[in-house]
């Protein structure tokens, strides 16, 4: 079966200003990426393109649902 992640993101103390004003609106997450099952994740961050990357996702401060 194929399954794909959802890894939402939960902003820091010394995220940047603008996940922290996201975080006090809508808590407790300001970011989500999608991982495919072979490790290539894709989203988008301000100021920046869609990408499409390989990515471990190590940060602690993720949150991962999977989907089948």
């Excluded at 103390?13 to 809508?26: E, F, K, S, Y």
């Excluded at 991982?35 to 190590?58: H, K, Y």
């Amino acid at each position: 079966m194929r399954t794909i992640q959802l890894l939402f993101y939960k902003a820091q103390a010394d995220d940047h200003a603008i996940n922290r004003v996201v975080a006090m609106l809508d808590p407790p997450f300001v970011h989500v990426e999608l991982r495919f099952e072979d490790g290539i994740a894709s989203s988008i961050f301000a100021g920046e393109v869609l990408f499409f990357r390989p990515r471990t996702f190590a940060n602690p401060h993720y949150a991962i649902e999977t989907l089948p």
